[in-house]
């Protein structure tokens, strides 16, 4: 078997952080949502099911945006730090 | 003809003099003749540009007319865009984009197949994937034209603009500039076009809620206290968007493909570098998001509007789309034609990308692979842009055709392209498993035959899904594909070794481990 790096698997606490992150508004978004929020109700005039996917969607996005922007950061250090 | 029209027809102008400019501009000229810099920008575009550009690209006619015909027709089912509109970026871009980008810029790729064949082998196995896409992406960008035609001829009068006159009108737009600058000119039209569409869909929802007294609360009550209070929830008016339905059209559907089209793969290719595409796929789910955030407002205000256009017990995805057109039709202010150039817009923005990813496709996987090897660059261009050209007119032709058979072929594509992302992952993402050439092809065979017997079995009453079952077909097709590549890859020849370390190695040397 050849020798291979999988470099999917998270390396660094901010990538965990990220991996994380992703999954867990995921299944927010399409699992709970649903299940759980599939209700005639209005919050601020949308309904529930609307207003929770585009609430988590929202906190998805920053979330990620602010770890995917520390792992470059991380990775600049690491290219300078290694004259690559 | 009345002065409504009149004003459509003198913004429409508008737009099409600023694309035409935009899309033909001195910045859209490369400084070499080369087809790798004419199908796609081989110094590479930066983060804004290519920002705009991915963010127009990916959105199709499916957002206008589509979103708010589909809030329309089924309700907040379509708040499962999130799916897509947030986890495609941050999941398919970030990670897979970026690995295609990076084998991309390393190896000079052009198309898709050059991709796939470049790990798994030339040959028939490289003209396999091109046509295989270019048949999926047919129906798609008949998709494309059809829905912003519609849009044009309703806003203007059928009397004065027939729906073939629209589409003419439209495919002569992308001709010239798609001709005219390849990559380049579709890419800074999209920039222009990402932004318009971004404007005209925002305005249109505002438009919409001062129609219904500026009152969201009063809209919500309106629709839950009318006949149609079912499109507060799943399943829908139609009963059709169940939860399996969420579970699977959103991801299988649309969001593990969406980026894996073969415009996705000139986008990708055209980044600057690895970094930039990165940067993308964090950011970019901002304007997708927020392209479909008002779509709601317009769907539901339609259905307070114009209640009775749509029957709501015969209604298809599909026929939604007529009902934003008809409202405009009723109700259109005089600067209607902002709402109607940015589904112009929508449609055009993926179209062009779609003509020239296929046409890129034609050229250098059939044309300079098999019919005229090493021949100069200036006539591999001039071949591809006549087949921009007859792209452009089968697309045409294809759209005159009922719009219900485009509709269903549209669902075809989704399958046909969802096939092909257990190849991409297994060229990008390497793994210790075998996966050989021959458990790709078994496996797109069997995942394809899986999804068109689920899609169109119960279309044509051969089969019918027991409740409980009724996923997405392009889910079923996938989960047939990957068991069947993976049986088959055990028994099949492997990738040429050392092109699987060459690919690796330009991986690792991007992708190192940080710590």
């Known amino acids: 078997m050849q020798k291979f790096h999988n470099h999917l698997v998270p390396q660094t606490i901010n990538q965990w952080l990220y991996a994380i992150w992703l999954i867990v508004c995921l299944v927010s978004v399409w699992f709970i949502a649903p299940i759980y929020f599939n209700e005639p109700e209005q919050i601020f005039g949308f309904p529930l099911l609307y207003a929770w996917c585009t609430g988590i969607g929202i906190v998805w996005l920053i979330g990620c945006m602010f770890f995917g922007f520390r792992i470059e950061k991380e990775r600049e250090e690491f290219k300078k730090n290694n004259q690559i | ?515």
């Open chain 2, 1 to 515: 003809m009345p002065t409504s029209s009149l004003l459509t027809i003198i913004i429409c102008l508008a737009y099409a003099a600023l694309i035409l400019y935009v899309g033909t501009g001195k910045w859209t000229k490369g400084g070499q003749v080369r087809m790798d810099d004419f199908f796609k920008v081989g110094p590479g575009f930066g983060f804004i540009v290519l920002y705009l550009g991915i963010a127009g690209g990916f959105h199709t006619a499916f957002a206008i007319p589509g979103s708010m015909g589909f809030y329309y027709t089924h309700g907040v089912a379509f708040a499962a865009n999130i799916l897509w509109t947030v986890f495609t970026p941050l999941a398919v871009i970030y990670f897979i984009g970026s690995r295609i980008t990076c084998l991309g810029k390393k190896f000079n790729y052009v198309t898709p197949a050059d991709l796939l064949s470049d790990y798994f082998g030339e040959g028939k196995f490289k003209i396999f994937i091109a046509f295989y896409i270019l048949l999926a992406c047919i129906p798609l960008m008949s998709a494309n034209i059809t829905g912003p035609a519609i849009l044009l001829s309703e806003g203007i009068g059928p009397e004065y603009l027939p729906r073939w006159g629209a589409l003419c009108v439209m495919a002569l737009l992308v001709m010239v500039y798609i001709t005219s600058s390849g990559m380049r000119g579709l890419t800074w039209t999209t920039v222009a076009q990402a932004i318009w569409m971004f404007v005209a869909i925002w305005l249109a929802a505002f438009w919409c809620l001062s129609l219904v007294d500026g009152n969201l609360v009063d809209l919500f009550n309106q629709i839950k206290d009318g006949e149609r209070s079912a499109l507060l929830t799943l399943p829908g008016p139609t009963g059709t968007r169940t939860i399996e339905w969420w579970m699977t059209w959103p991801v299988f559907g649309i969001a593990l493909y969406w980026a894996i089209l073969p415009r996705g793969f000139l986008f990708f290719y055209s980044a600057r570098d690895v970094k930039t595409i990165r940067k993308i796929g964090l950011t970019v789910g901002i304007y997708l998001m927020a392209l479909y955030i008002p779509a709601i407002i317009i769907g539901f205000a339609t259905v307070v509007l114009l209640p009775g256009i749509l029957d709501p017990g015969t209604l298809s995805g599909m026929t939604g789309d007529g009902s934003f057109p008809a409202l405009l039709r009723e109700y259109a202010p005089w600067w209607g034609g902002v709402i109607i150039a940015g589904g112009l817009a929508a449609g055009m923005s993926s179209l062009d990308a779609d003509i020239n990813a296929n046409s890129a496709m034609i050229t250098k996987d059939f044309y300079a692979s098999f019919v005229r090897k090493n021949a100069p660059e200036q006539e591999y261009i001039k071949f591809g842009k006549i087949v921009m050209i007859i792209l452009i007119i089968i697309t045409v032709l294809t759209s005159l055709r009922d719009w219900g058979l485009v509709a269903l072929m549209i669902g075809v594509t989704a399958g046909m392209i969802t096939q092909l992302l257990p190849a991409v992952l297994a060229v990008t993402i390497p793994t210790g498993l075998r996966i050989t050439k021959g458990g790709i092809l078994t496996g797109i065979i069997a995942g394809l035959l899986s999804f068109l017997i689920v899609f169109l079995g119960p279309r044509f009453g051969l089969i019918s899904l027991p409740v409980g079952w009724r996923f997405d077909a392009s889910f079923y097709g996938l989960i047939v594909n990957i068991p069947v590549m993976l049986i088959v890859s055990q028994f099949t020849e492997t990738p040429d070794p050392s092109r699987v370390a060459r690919i690796r190695s330009a991986l690792d040397e991007e992708f190192k481990r940080l710590n």
